[in-house]
């Protein structure tokens, strides 16, 4: 079973950036799809992004489209998730996630077959 583990969140202001990064110590990710979701207090999980497990597709939901860009490591079996221009709305509890599927039609629809325990990333106004 996947230990996903994530890294990167903190505070930071608005129109700031971070960069989440997402590793397993034990399994190649280099077989899944992996991708990022988010999850506000009192809000269902939503995906934001997704890539293939080759690295050469990658799938956005709009409202970080432009502002966030998903990369992935095979060399080190690590996915990253570059956030700029961050808004106070992008304030969550970040969560790394694989899918069996190589390909990003699933998990863009907001199915995963593992987590990890999530980070959270605060931006203030």
């Known amino acids: 079973q996947l230990q996903l583990v994530e890294s990167g969140g903190g505070l930071v202001q608005s129109g700031g950036s971070l960069r989440l990064s997402c590793t397993d110590s034990?399994?190649?990710?280099?077989?899944?799809?992996m991708g990022w979701f988010r999850q506000v207090p009192g809000k269902e999980r939503e995906v934001i992004s997704c890539i293939s497990n080759s690295g050469d597709s990658t799938r956005y939901v709009d409202s970080v489209k432009g502002r966030f860009t998903i990369s992935r490591d095979n060399s080190k079996n690590t996915v990253h998730l570059q956030m700029n221009s961050l808004k106070p709305e992008d304030t969550a509890v970040y969560y790394c996630?694989?899918?069996?599927?190589?390909?990003?039609?699933?998990?863009?629809?907001?199915?995963?077959?593992?987590w990890g325990q999530g980070t959270q990333v605060t931006v203030s106004s």
């Open positions: 034990e399994f190649r990710l280099d077989y899944y799809a």
């Open positions: 996630a694989a899918d069996t599927a190589r390909v990003c039609d699933d998990m863009i629809m907001g199915m995963a077959a593992s």
